[in-house]
């Protein structure tokens, strides 16, 4: 309940002093890239419940000729690689937090067909909500591999606090000034999870 409190009133301030933000970057996402503004998918919560996600594109319409979206490194604009390193595209992730949906801080909302993936132990990152930044964003994001993301992301569920949570908030501010572990190896991003269940 605790943490549940500190997540509203933390969302609700950020909503506020980050609006003038949230205006400015919804404006240059609907110049750059067009409508929509917001990037809304489906995502695994708590107990892998679904919810839709909110936010901001960095990535263009693009198809193929069979109508098949184009890898991401053809859709990825400039402007949206600088969202994503600066995590401005987060933002909207606070409403989602005031929501219920997902915590400040918790395992990175990931992929509906991931789900049936993952092994029992990889499973128990759902234990709790998911959050916007989390143990294993700050010890590497997107530049490690998915084993070693799952084992940060089930020692946070174990050893959860609220002086965690506040460590992990303050450290995650330093790695977005440095930009550090925005994509993986080779990748825009990160590689699609193909399954591990040793």
Same mark, same amino acid.
């Given at each position: 309940m605790f =943490?549940?409190?500190v @997540?509203?009133? *933390?969302? #609700? ?8 933000v949230?205006?400015?970057?919804s404006?240059?996402?609907? &110049?750059?890239?067009? #409508?929509?503004?917001?990037? &809304? ?5 708590m107990?892998g419940k %679904? ?9 263009k @319409? #693009?198809? @193929?000729a069979? *109508?098949?979206?184009?890898? /991401? ?6 402007f *949206?690689?600088?969202l994503?390193?600066?995590?401005l /595209? ?5 409403w989602?937090?005031?929501k219920g949906d997902?915590?400040l ?6 992929l509906?067909?991931?789900?049936p993936?993952y092994s ?13 930044? *989390?143990? #294993?964003?700050?010890?590497g &994001? ?6 070693d993301?799952f084992?940060l /992301?089930?020692?946070y569920? /174990? ?5 965690l ?14 930009r550090d ?9 990160? %590689?699609?999870?193909?399954g591990? =269940? @040793?």
């Open positions: =943490k549940r409190l @997540d509203i009133i *933390g969302s #609700a301030v950020g909503l506020l002093l980050f609006l003038p949230i205006v400015i970057v404006w240059h996402v609907s &110049r750059k890239l067009g #409508a929509p503004v917001f990037f &809304r998918q489906t995502r695994p919560g107990s %679904p919810f839709e996600m909110i936010k901001f594109r960095t990535m @319409d #693009a198809s @193929d069979k *109508g098949n979206p184009l890898p /991401d490194s053809e859709r990825m604009t400039p *949206g690689q600088f994503r390193s600066t995590s /595209d987060e933002l909207p992730e606070l989602n937090v005031l997902m915590s801080v918790g395992p990175r909302p990931l509906m067909e991931y789900l993936l029992k132990e990889q499973y128990r990152r759902h234990e709790v909500r998911p959050g916007v930044t *989390g143990w #294993a964003q700050i010890n &994001r997107n530049a490690i591999s998915w084993e993301k084992k /992301d089930v020692w569920v /174990d050893n959860r606090s609220f002086w949570d506040m460590k992990i908030l303050f450290l995650t501010v330093k790695k977005v000034l440095a572990g925005v994509s993986g190896e080779g990748e825009v991003t990160m %590689p699609k999870f193909t591990n =269940k @040793d």
